[in-house]
């Protein structure tokens, strides 16, 4: 008996462990809808709080001004995003989380416009 419970908290301990890595491994594909009135010429992320933003995600692609980009296996995460539109405006999305499935993500005006304020532009 003993022993099919230390074979059970065994089994419980090494699914316990193994959860943190499951969550990680976890990716999102993300839908960018682009309802402002720039173009989005350039999209990056970084692991919130740090300043190691990832190659640039549309490549020579570029979000025109109604259109979308689907991110695709986006590692489950809290970002910071980096947009930059046509006019090379840097905007910069503190604390963004991506994880789990399918999301949808709107870049406005007011996004942009706030970016700028922000940044004194």
Do not use: R
Not at 54 to 72: A, K, M, N, W, Y
Not at 84 to 106: F, T, Y
Request: hydrophobic share 40%.
């Amino acid at each position: 008996m003993n022993k099919s419970i230390a074979t059970l908290v065994g089994a419980v301990c090494a699914v316990a462990l193994l959860l943190p890595v499951a969550a990680q491994a976890q990716k999102s594909n993300v839908v960018v809808k682009n309802k402002s009135d720039w173009e989005i010429h350039q999209f990056f992320l970084a692991p919130a709080d740090t300043d190691d933003w990832g190659p640039d995600q549309l490549g020579e692609q570029v979000i025109g001004t109604g259109g979308t980009f689907t991110l695709q296996g986006v590692p489950c995460d809290t970002y910071d995003v980096m947009l930059v539109d046509e006019d090379a405006d840097e905007c910069i999305v503190p604390g963004v989380d991506i994880c789990g499935g399918n999301q949808g993500w709107v870049i406005s005006n007011d996004d942009l416009l706030d970016c700028q304020a922000d940044t004194g532009e």
